[in-house]
């Protein structure tokens, strides 16, 4: 697959399982409950390193990495994030409420591609 097709994915990745996957509870409850937060993460993780599975690797040792990485990393974003897109939203501040959440984006983008090309491209 070329790199433009597998940054594409990655980021179609991202869509599924941060979006099509979160269910409305974790999304209303993730901002102040740890269990609703852990369990969007891990579904988060668990659809993204199946995707990766089939699509960029069948190392296990990596999509193990790319598992617990992503884990890691989309836990701790979405522990700070959620809470200020709740914030901001219960003030119905929508500039506030947008700019945090497409700082939560830029963030996730990021960590994915540093994430892809650590694990992936260059493993």
């Known amino acids: 697959m070329s790199l433009a097709l597998s940054l ?6 991202h869509y ?3 979006f099509l996957c979160q269910t409305r509870e974790m999304a209303n409850n993730k901002s ?3 269990y609703w937060l852990t369990l969007h993460v ?4 668990i659809v993204t390193s199946i995707l990766w599975g089939v699509f960029l690797t069948q190392d296990f040792l990596i999509l193990f990495l790319v598992w617990w990485t992503t ?4 836990w701790t974003t979405d522990f700070f994030t959620s809470k200020g897109t709740s914030y901001f939203y219960k003030k119905n501040n929508m500039f506030g409420f947008f700019s945090t959440l497409g700082f939560d984006q830029f ?10 090309f650590y694990f992936i491209k260059h493993g």
Do not use: G
């Open 71 to 74: 884990f890691l990393t989309h």
């Open 32 to 34: 102040s409950s740890v």
């Open 16 to 18: 599924i399982a941060d």
């Open 8 to 13: 594409i994915f990655v980021f179609l990745t």
């Open 107 to 116: 963030i996730h983008a990021s960590t994915l591609l540093l994430t892809y």
């Open 42 to 45: 891990l579904t988060y993780s």
